[in-house]
């Protein structure tokens, strides 16, 4: 095909390489032929499904009631004062934002953006330490094995002073240990668990899980978030 499409040069980063979802090479259609639009239309149609789904469920998720978390205790206070460096302006709006979601009757949904070193991890723990004092389990989902044992350490080492149970569980873990694990979940002795895909395992439960945070949620697929 002789076929050629002009894309503007301040537009450049839109253009990618064009994979098959098979094994087999990716059939070229022709610009404009039938086939092309019968192409295109289905994946119109595909969008229009996706977003009226998303519709029904954030107006469902708007109707729920969730966990009204109190206000900080002294703990809190004494965990973020800790911080061995300043809060930027963003980390203290973020963290302010994230408490307020969280003492409010609504389930909390926030995705919190920010470049690697920006701070993120702070903003988690602050959430995650809130929500263990007030009684509740907390889940950390991390895309690898890496960055799980990296996120536990820093959680223990922050936690360290304060009678918090925090868990690491991730292809390393042998079976005896990973089944500890899944029974301190479910009768509620371990407080916090950090892991990998392993926590997406339909036989872990938990006595009151009441915060998920997701490292670098675009690693994750839609199902595989909704299965939590």
């Not at 969280?102 to 602050?126: H, N, Q, Y």
């Not at 080492?157 to 925090?166: E, G, L, M, S, T």
């Not at 949620?217 to 978030?225: I, P, T, Y």
Request: hydrophobic share 35%; charged share 30%; net charge positive.
């Amino acid at each position: 095909m002789d076929g050629k499409l002009s894309v503007a040069a301040d537009q450049l980063g839109s253009l990618g390489r064009y994979r098959s979802s098979n094994s087999k090479a990716p059939t070229i259609s022709k610009l404009g032929g039938a086939n092309w639009n019968r192409i295109k239309e289905k994946a119109k149609k595909s969008v229009k499904k996706i977003a009226i789904d998303l519709i029904k469920l954030y107006a469902q998720r708007s109707k729920e009631k969730g966990f009204k978390y109190p206000i900080d205790g002294p703990w809190q206070s004494e965990l973020e004062d800790s911080f061995p460096y300043d809060l930027t302006p963003d980390q203290a709006k973020a963290t302010t934002q994230v408490k307020c979601d969280m003492e409010s009757d609504k389930p909390m949904d926030r995705l919190v953006c920010g470049d690697v070193g920006f701070g993120k991890t702070e903003v988690a723990i602050r959430a995650i330490f809130k929500a263990i004092t007030s009684g509740k389990q907390i889940a950390f989902l991390a895309p690898t094995t890496v960055l799980s044992q990296q996120h536990w350490r820093t959680i223990s080492d922050r936690f360290a002073p304060y009678p918090i149970k925090v868990s690491l569980l991730n292809r390393f873990k042998t079976s005896s240990e990973r089944k500890q694990i899944i029974n301190g979940l479910k009768e509620g002795k371990i407080d916090a668990v950090v892991g990998t895909h392993q926590l997406l395992n339909k036989n872990l439960l938990y006595k009151d899980l009441g915060l998920l945070v997701i490292d670098e949620e675009q690693r994750f697929g839609v199902n595989q978030k909704e299965k939590i």
